[in-house]
């Protein structure tokens, strides 16, 4: 998997969205909604039982564990 570069926060948010995609290609999630704010993002990835708001640093460590996860048994 390439590294991501992050510099700020945006930065940061971007790479979870990249994440957010290639997971969903990977048949990782179903779907995930980014929620944008003037200041900062708010994600919702799904499960089976609930769905809570994750910071871009939270939705980016468990994206990139799902994501490196699924690679590791390609």
């Not at 510099?7 to 980014?34: N, Q, R, T, W």
């Not at 944008?36 to 939705?59: C, G, K, M, V």
Request: aromatic share 10%.
């Amino acid at each position: 998997m390439s590294e991501y570069k992050i510099h700020d926060e945006y930065s940061l948010a971007e790479a979870a969205d990249m994440l957010g995609e290639k997971a969903m290609e990977l048949g990782m999630i179903p779907s995930f909604v980014v929620r944008h704010f003037p200041d900062s993002r708010q994600y919702y990835i799904p499960n089976e039982n609930e769905s809570e708001a994750l910071t871009p640093e939270e939705a980016y460590m468990k994206l990139k564990k799902l994501v490196e996860s699924a690679q590791a048994k390609t």
